[in-house]
């Protein structure tokens, strides 16, 4: 069983269109994440919830909503895409406690915007 | 504020070759350590960590040492596989609900039969 699923895992579209990618984690973890991966493999950290609520909104344009349902789900939302955009998004998700916050991954989106 | 610097890749070894992929980090209070590994068209896994200073994290024959005198959790294997091929990244993260986790950019390694 994947502990943190999302969908699609390849997405192929046009610009100035609008695209949802969906996570879903089964850990029963407090806190989710998205992160976009680039070119090179840098991780850039885009949005934290921590049980529905956003606690962290890196500067991300505002093309992109993330939306937190309850706290096994984020969905990121990005409208009018853009060719810059096209990168792997990763969701994930931890819980607070000690022993550090291991971070556990989804498999990945790779969205290419042409 | 908090960041995490690796060496760049990539890193060419050959089959049982030793690894070493330096770390270093800057970080308030006393974050856990992280080292991360990426496999072609995968996300990332935990490989190993560490929670406090002089703790060793180690998994899959590979092992770091969380030294707080020289900042650093350097990532070690003795003898390397071609299996090994991957993106390897360190991070730091602490608990803390606004806390970021902070990883460095990733160190490529390949390794040839």
């Known amino acids: 069983d994947t502990a943190v699923s999302q969908t699609p895992k390849y997405l192929v579209t046009q610009m100035g269109n609008d695209k949802s990618i969906k996570c879903e984690q089964n850990l029963g973890h407090d806190t989710m994440y998205w992160y976009k991966q680039d070119s090179k493999k840098f991780l850039k950290i885009m949005f934290s919830?921590?049980?529905?609520?956003?606690?962290i909104n890196e500067t991300v344009p505002n093309r992109f909503s993330p939306k937190s349902p309850d706290k096994a789900h984020l969905n990121l939302h990005i409208n009018s895409l853009e060719l810059g955009d096209s990168a792997v998004y990763f969701c994930a998700s931890s819980q607070e406690g000690r022993g550090g916050n291991t971070i556990y991954f989804g498999e990945g989106s790779w969205l290419t915007v042409v | 504020g908090n960041s995490v610097t690796q060496m760049e890749g990539p890193v060419t070894l050959s089959e049982e070759a030793f690894l070493t992929i330096n770390c270093t980090y800057t970080a308030t209070g006393y974050p856990s350590l992280f080292w991360y590994v990426q496999y072609p068209g995968e996300g990332l896994q935990l490989l190993l960590k560490?929670?406090?200073?002089?703790d060793k994290g180690s998994n899959k024959g590979f092992e770091a040492t969380y030294r707080k005198e020289t900042t650093s959790f350097h990532l070690e294997k003795g003898s390397v596989q071609v299996s090994d091929s991957a993106v390897y990244f360190c991070?730091?993260?602490?608990?803390?609900?606004?806390?970021?986790?902070?990883f460095g950019r990733g160190t490529s390694l390949i390794v040839h039969p």
């Open positions: 560490a929670t406090k200073a002089d």
């Open positions: 991070a730091l993260s602490r608990s803390g609900g606004s806390y970021i986790p902070t």
């Open positions: 919830y921590n049980n529905k609520e956003l606690i």
